[in-house]
């Protein structure tokens, strides 16, 4: 391997996920880690509990909030855990366990052997029943231009896709690079509330890859996430309206964070 990767660890965080989503996702969570091991990569995997309703007790969990806390302020106390581990990681994966393919993990890791980047964003595709799904040269044409736009950050372009047409959750990072951005991304989670008037939750994954293109652009990469069948929540006129805002929210709180 060019470059090498021998320990991964990944964290997903919960809340209203169901006992049956989270137990079927563990049992895929268990298929990658016999694949990595059997390629002689260590894999260790943690629930991150924001006052989770149904996650067994049994359960690695790295984070425990007794309340819902807001997944921004559940990533940010992660992210620090994760680097304050006994046994060092050189890759940590972010991924959901009601719309990310746990496998992608090795897909991954595999990328970051073989390419000198510091971070892969799987970015997972909406497919809406009654709408047309996208063509693969489509999907690759889009990721390529919101590539283009992030440094620095092109807001019409990504207005009109974070969210709106994939979300970029799933996010794998060499160590390295998370130790990098973390310090403006915890600094970024507790200006929010202030800013904004609201509880800091969902959008910075949008922010930390902003920062990581902020690093070195050419140092980040994307591979298909897959497809998923959006939760109906999440395609409604208020919904979308939402995400729209909260991209402007992010992108607002990143050129204040550039401007001091």
Not at 244 to 251: D, F, P, T
């Amino acid at each position: 391997m060019l470059f090498p990767v021998r320990n991964v660890v990944a964290m997903t965080p919960v809340w209203n996920e169901s006992l049956a989503m989270i137990q079927a996702f563990q049992e895929q969570i268990d298929d990658v880690r016999k694949a990595l091991i059997a390629k002689g990569i260590a894999f260790r995997h943690f629930f991150l509990d924001d006052g989770a309703m149904h996650l067994p007790d049994e359960s690695s969990i790295l984070v425990r909030h007794a309340s819902n806390l807001g997944l921004a302020q559940t990533l940010s106390d992660a992210y620090t855990a994760v680097l304050e581990l006994k046994v060092k990681a050189d890759v940590i994966a972010r991924l959901d366990c009601q719309e990310h393919d746990p496998r992608k993990i090795i897909e991954a890791v595999d990328h970051l052997t073989r390419v000198p980047v510091n971070a892969v964003y799987l970015p997972v595709i909406y497919n809406v029943n009654g709408e047309p799904s996208r063509r693969m040269v489509e999907v690759t044409q889009i990721i390529a231009r919101l590539s283009a736009a992030l440094n620095p950050p092109d807001t019409a372009v990504v207005d009109g896709i974070y969210n709106q047409i994939f979300p970029l959750g799933y996010q794998v990072y060499r160590v390295e690079l998370l130790s990098a951005i973390l310090p403006k991304f915890k600094s970024a989670v507790e200006r929010f509330q202030g800013k904004f008037g609201v509880k800091p939750t969902w959008g910075f994954d949008l922010l930390s890859l902003l920062l990581a293109a902020e690093v070195d652009p050419m140092k980040i990469d994307f591979l298909f996430g897959g497809w998923m069948e959006p939760w109906s929540q999440n395609r409604g006129p208020d919904k979308v309206e939402a995400q729209q805002k909260r991209v402007h929210m992010m992108l607002d709180l990143y050129a204040e964070m550039q401007n001091g």
